[in-house]
């Protein structure tokens, strides 16, 4: 028998998991790391840009303490925003800050123990992160850490 905690619960767990699920594919579309051109900007955007990326899969494995999870991604949030994209990819990389940005936004303005209002969060987020939009820039910056990121 399930207790109607645990029952109240498996809904944002399943949220918590699709939103991240959708987070940690653009991770793996987008793998950044050292870069292998001479361009300062460009490595500093491969390695900023890694660590970023790196905070949001990090935050998969708190799906199961909203606060927690909360915080994660307004750190993420914050270091999406320290990222400085060259000028051929910042429409691109500006596309998964303001994604991040408005699920900090809409995570801030709850309860992160309102089980319901937690999950409505996620799911919005779940389906910004199936927009075309973020799929585009997902392709644009795969390119572009392909050519110049190892």
Known sequence: MTSSRAAARRPSRRAARGALAGAALLALVVPLAA?????????????????????????G???????????AISDARDQFDE??????????????TSTFAELDDALADIDPTDQEAFTAALQQFAEQADSDDLSAASDDLSAFTTENCD
């Open 35 to 59: 870069c292998s051109g001479d361009d300062e900007r460009v490595q500093a955007f491969c390695s900023a840009g890694e660590d970023a990326m790196t905070e949001i899969t990090a935050a």
């Open 61 to 71: 494995s708190l799906s199961d303490d909203p606060q927690a999870f909360a915080d």
């Open 83 to 96: 990222v400085e994209a060259p000028d051929e990819i910042a429409d691109s990389w500006g596309v998964f």
